[in-house]
């Protein structure tokens, strides 16, 4: 199974901007599409935003227009800028690769949005 790791997470303030790293073990080709999940305490699981191989984009309404995700092939990489940060934003954020046989998950990264 191919390994998924996150990293650029912390503390920031509101308003403020992080960039998230997933870095796979393999090629990110080997998933139809790649994407991150957030998690805040006591809430399920959500989606944040998904791009597909072929770079296609789709974002949840709450983050669009402050979050892009985009991805590197080459680099086995997907990354989530997020900007203009908000204390609702505070959650462990979780990339996803998505595969007609066997979904991937990374162990996730806190980013706390706080003053």
């Known amino acids: 199974q191919v390994q998924l790791v996150e990293s650029g997470g912390g503390l920031v303030q509101p308003g403020g901007s992080l960039k998230l790293s997933c870095t796979a073990s393999?090629?990110?080709?080997?998933?139809?599409?790649m994407g991150w999940y957030r998690q805040a305490p006591g809430k399920e699981r959500e989606l944040v935003a998904t791009i597909s191989s072929g770079g296609n984009t789709n974002y949840a309404d709450s983050m669009k227009g402050r979050f892009t995700i985009s991805r590197d092939n080459a680099k086995n990489a997907v990354y989530l800028q997020m900007n203009s940060l908000k204390p609702e934003d505070t959650a462990v954020y979780y990339c996803?690769?998505?595969?007609?046989?066997?979904?991937?998950w990374g162990q996730g990264t806190q980013v706390t949005v706080s003053s």
């Open positions: 393999l090629s990110i080709l080997v998933f139809y599409a």
């Open positions: 996803k690769g998505f595969s007609t046989l066997d979904d991937s």
